[in-house]
């Protein structure tokens, strides 16, 4: 962890922001110490309704992936037909 005095960063402060991306960063003001942290970037949940599972980026991923092959010719879709369902799903 690096720590510095508040007049130390004042005089750069965008090179200890950059610092604080690969470690801890400290700046002490008197007797109060503040920690710089980086804050995670939060994906948006794609979900009118508010859907957790469209709050995960890899699942908003693999359907981007999905589409992608779709579009391109690589996978067809398959029609479910009665004969099919009962050798799949034994129905």
Same mark, same amino acid.
């Given at each position: 962890?690096?720590t ?6 004042? /005089? ?5 922001f ?9 700046? *002490? ?8 942290m980086?804050?995670? /970037? *939060?994906f ?5 309704s ?5 709050a995960?980026?890899?699942?908003? /991923?693999?359907?981007?992936?999905? =589409? *992608? ?6 996978? =067809? ?15």
């Amino acid at each position: 962890m690096t720590t510095v005095s508040s007049r130390v960063f004042l /005089a750069n402060p965008i090179h200890y922001f950059n610092l604080a991306n690969s470690e801890s960063v400290a700046i *002490k003001r008197g007797k109060m110490t503040y920690r710089i942290m980086p804050e995670p /970037a *939060k994906f948006e949940n794609i979900s009118p309704s508010g859907d957790p599972f469209w709050a995960d980026p890899r699942n908003v /991923a693999e359907l981007e992936r999905r =589409i *992608k092959r779709r579009r391109e010719g690589i996978e =067809i879709p398959v029609r479910l037909t009665p004969e099919l369902k009962k050798e799949l799903l034994g129905i």
